[in-house]
């Protein structure tokens, strides 16, 4: 059957009765892997790390490896320790709130011939429909910002927000900064994203521009539910020593999800069928009273 809409803008803050939030589920994961040039390769991981109320986190940090090597000299020895400047984190944050933040950072010396940040961070819930009809639902979000930064002899660095409704993306964006100072090239993609370029020689950092927007969920019958689910990430990679690579991104919500869910009541519009027999019911109704008349 055919609906009308009739907007009531009913928000998640007004009433936990109207749109009841189960199987909330926040996630974080971190990881990163570098290619160390007498080591070898080195990994390590945080997650994934679950909570269902709360918050949570992950965090995972490298800060390259001191060497000694024995020398002589003068006829004496004496031990050299040799120490090596790569570092990098990732880190990733959660809140039943909604409030989402992940951020990976590299600083590469001629110890590693390569490195590789990740952070992951996701909200999801499930909302059910118990307005007593058909509604429609619509999800209002907020971006907070982000930022992309690459120095040295460059590399990547990116991030991405997705919207799932059911498991099935409804909305993404992805922004990455890549360089490499040596053959002089940068490659930038704002992902549709308002953004601002800046910096000088080597250095280049983009700030992408807080905004809001708002998705229709579309329509569910009475008793019906869906799973929503927001997901960041960010990445900071680079094969190049000498460099440095950072990317951040942050999605509070306006300090919650709370209200960022809405539903619109639907009211029955009548079947074609059902406006002709209500015609011919007036109808009659008319004659009758005409004959009543005469």
């Known amino acids: 059957m055919r609906t009308a809409l009739m907007k009531l803008g009913v928000a998640l803050s007004m009433g936990f009765a109207l749109l009841p939030v189960s199987a909330l589920t926040i996630e974080t994961n971190a990881n990163y892997e570098v290619e ?5 390769t080195q990994t390590d991981s945080d997650g994934p790390n679950t909570a269902s109320s709360g918050s949570v986190g992950s965090y995972v940090s490298y800060g390259g490896f001191g060497l000694e090597a024995t020398s002589s000299e003068e006829g004496g020895s004496f031990v050299e320790e040799e120490e090596y400047g790569s570092f990098g984190d990732a880190n990733a944050f959660a809140a039943d709130s909604g409030r989402l933040a992940t951020g990976a950072y590299l600083f590469a010396e001629d110890d590693v011939s390569s490195m ?26 907020n971006f907070s ?10 590399g990547m660095a990116m991030f991405s927000l997705d919207i799932l409704l059911n498991g099935s993306s409804i909305w993404s964006r992805t922004a990455s900064l890549s360089g490499n100072a040596s053959v002089g090239t940068d490659v930038f993609d704002d992902g ?9 020689g080597n250095f280049v950092v983009a700030h992408f ?4 927007d708002s998705l229709d969920l579309g329509d569910f019958a ?3 539910s869906f799973e929503l689910t927001y997901v960041i990430e960010s990445w900071a990679k680079t094969d190049e020593n000498f460099s440095y690579v950072s990317a951040n991104v942050g999605d509070p919500f306006s300090g919650g999800f709370s209200g960022a869910v809405s539903t619109s009541s639907s009211a029955p519009v009548p079947e074609p069928t059902t406006m002709a027999l209500l015609g011919m019911g007036i109808a009659g109704l008319g004659a009758r009273r005409l004959r009543k008349k005469n």
Request: hydrophobic share 30%; proline share 0%; no cysteine.
């Open 145 to 154: 910002g982000g930022r992309l930064d690459i120095d040295g002899n460059g």
């Open 116 to 141: 590789d940040f990740h952070a992951t961070t996701s909200w999801s819930n499930t909302f059910t429909n118990t307005t007593g009809g058909n509604a429609n639902f619509d999800f209002d979000f």
């Open 222 to 224: 009475s008793g019906d």
């Open 36 to 40: 160390h040039t007498i080591i070898g």
């Open 209 to 212: 521009s807080a905004f809001s």
């Open 192 to 200: 549709g994203l308002a953004h601002s370029l800046g910096g000088t």
